[in-house]
């Protein structure tokens, strides 16, 4: 299954992070431990996991920095690792382009199981049943379902997983409004009830990367009181 899958952990409890390698390396992962950011920070440049486990309070940055300076380099999924105290950061988190997030304490298999879901949202196009087009083109937007890239003009733009399926799903199907639920499945394979508003954060973010004003967006519309959908006009 998950072969030696590399998974990066960057904690630095080490109970914590000792618990997890364990874990995982039963799953069949391959799991990597930095104690603090800068370490974490080379150690994903190094091993180029297919996932990172990210600690949000570390002694020398702030997981909100990592999470931020892994997104300027690529797209390599991200779960955060919260307090129940850090509500206000778990949003920042997803804003800053956190794939999912878990709060402490948790159970090492829901971890697993968000792990599982992450990689199967990242790997490709058996999480986008309904997508049918490989290149979708769209008011100079180009998107490839298959090689998983999105470009504007000539302009290549980064996004997370989680960002990809809800812009393909929407962008495969213009003009359908898309509640914030279905949204929520389709980009994480599972509809954690509840965690509705989330989505918003994953469109904003959406929207500062694909739109020229991200105030008066052109391609992804609110659709108020139902959701969103995909401007069929462009
Ligand atoms: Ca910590």
Redesign the pocket.
């Known amino acids: 299954m998950p072969g030696n899958q590399k998974i990066v952990v960057i904690?630095?409890?080490v109970k914590?992070s000792r618990m997890i390698k364990e874990y995982l390396e039963k799953e069949g992962f391959n799991v990597f431990i930095a104690e603090n950011g800068n370490r974490g920070i080379k150690l994903v440049r190094g091993e180029a996991p297919v996932l990172v486990i990210l600690?949000?309070?570390?002694?020398d940055m702030n997981?909100l920095d990592i999470c931020r300076a892994m997104r300027q380099e690529g797209n390599i999924p991200i779960i955060m690792?919260t307090?129940k105290s850090q509500e206000v950061d778990r949003v920042v988190g997803l804003e800053m382009g956190a794939d999912d997030y878990i709060t402490k304490p948790f159970s090492l298999a829901e971890l697993a199981a968000r792990i599982r879901a992450v990689l199967r949202r990242a790997g490709g196009q058996e999480q986008l049943p309904k997508l049918q087009k490989k290149v979708i083109t769209r008011g100079g937007l180009f998107i490839d379902t298959e090689k998983h890239e999105v470009k504007k003009g000539r302009e290549n733009i980064v996004l997370t997983p989680t960002e990809f399926n809800i812009l393909a799903l929407m962008a495969n199907n213009p003009g359908r409004v898309y509640s914030r639920l279905q949204l929520l499945e389709a980009a994480l394979g599972e509809a954690y009830s509840g965690y509705e508003r989330s989505i918003d954060t994953h469109i904003s973010n959406l929207r500062k990367k694909i739109e020229e004003d991200p105030a008066n967006p052109v391609f992804i519309i609110t659709v108020f009181g139902l959701g969103y959908k995909f401007n069929e006009l462009v």
Do not use: M, R, V
Not at 55 to 59: A, E, F, I
């Open positions: 904690e630095d409890e914590i600690d949000l309070l570390l002694p997981g690792l307090a």
